[in-house]
């Protein structure tokens, strides 16, 4: 175990920087907020905490106004239709979170009177929320003595500390490191004053050490490159999938969609019709795997990378009429495509049969 530096002194510098140079977040209290008598909402903290899993905070902050807007509480989100969630996230990515948000939701709204609990013990019996979400929420919701650690927080802790443990195994060292840096007093802005520092000074690359408020106490600094931590283990290549999509147009130019089963990748999304592919199997990439008959022409390939492994689908694209795939699906108007449960995937495979077809729902 890495001996740990005076963890007082520390805290005091990193709050006394976070004061000074805050990023101002929508779901945020900043410390001026704060010294205006502003409190955290539960509410708003565990949304863009949920959000910002595996996503940029560029990227939230449309996704957090438009959840915000359309349900100002834990109990409107609750009361929402599930297609109606699933189709304000759409875009955002992992779509299990989707899933899990309006679960979670449910669960405070009806199970707990609508207030979320305040304890990292509490919160991790709610769906959705593992060790980092819980900790954060305690931490920043409730001014909890949690220890949190994201992605920024295991770089600058791996630097601080000159961490020679890659992760993920190093993970519930720095976690220790991060519990005894974190002061009884103002947990929550400690958290938050972490991620930002890593954030904006302590980057990936080209590190802004001169700017650090921990630069005279970071053990790499000076000895080793600062880019070359947190140092990780070799990842393993990921493998390749393939599969079929299958874009129709009727003779209105509106698409034929369906919805995925609720269960498995992109569960309850909406989905132009392809072959059955998984994370562990290909799919049939010919026209045999078409909804039905048609005069189907291929139009080239859409690669997407998910967590585990890379799909590239073969596209295809034909004229149908109305009576085509009965039963199976719809057609969706061009003009309210944008408003669909579409996944980033399915929106590649439709550009890449019919380049406009976003355009013309933005036009319209």
Request: hydrophobic residues 40%; contains cysteine; proline residues 7%.
């Amino acid at each position: 175990m890495t001996k740990p530096h005076r963890t007082t002194a520390l805290a005091d510098l990193l709050l006394a920087w976070y004061d000074r140079h805050h990023r101002d977040l929508p779901w945020r209290v900043s410390p001026p907020m704060a010294a205006r008598g502003e409190t955290a909402d539960p509410y708003r903290v565990w949304l863009s905490e949920v959000m910002l899993q595996q996503t940029t905070v560029q990227a939230v902050k449309y996704y957090f106004a438009l959840f915000t807007s359309r349900w100002p509480t834990v109990t409107d989100l609750a009361r929402a239709d599930n297609e109606d969630v699933m189709k304000s996230w759409a875009g955002l990515g992992y779509y299990a979170r989707a899933r899990n948000l309006k679960k979670c939701a449910e669960a405070v709204a009806f199970g707990h009177g609508g207030v979320f609990p305040d304890t990292e013990e509490g919160l991790k019996a709610l769906p959705g929320i593992g060790d980092y979400t819980a900790a954060a929420i305690a931490a920043i919701a409730f001014n909890r003595h949690s220890a949190v650690l994201d992605g920024n927080v295991e770089r600058v802790i791996s630097r601080l500390h000159a961490i020679e443990t890659p992760l993920p195994a190093a993970k519930p060292e720095m976690r220790a490191l991060v519990a005894a840096m974190t002061p009884q007093d103002r947990p929550g802005d400690f958290a938050q004053g972490m991620m930002d520092l890593g954030a904006t000074i302590c980057t990936p690359r080209r590190p802004a050490c001169a700017l650090c408020p921990f630069n005279a106490q970071c053990r790499v600094l000076g000895q080793d490159d600062p880019e070359l931590y947190p140092r990780k283990a070799a990842k393993k290549e990921k493998p390749v999938r393939l599969g079929a999509a299958f874009v129709a147009e009727d003779e209105t130019g509106a698409i034929f969609l369906r919805k995925r089963v609720e269960s498995g990748l992109l569960g309850g999304m909406t989905e132009v019709p392809g072959s059955h592919w998984t994370a562990r199997i290909d799919g049939d990439t010919g026209t045999g795997a078409a909804p039905f008959a048609a005069a189907w022409q291929a139009c080239g390939t859409v690669v997407h990378v998910f967590t585990h492994f890379e799909l590239r689908l073969t596209v295809y694209r034909s004229k149908a009429s109305r009576d085509a795939g009965a039963g199976e699906g719809w057609w969706q108007p061009r003009e309210t495509l944008d408003g669909e449960a579409l996944p980033t995937v399915m929106k590649k495979a439709i550009k890449q049969a019919i380049p406009d077809a976003f355009e013309t729902a933005r036009k319209a």
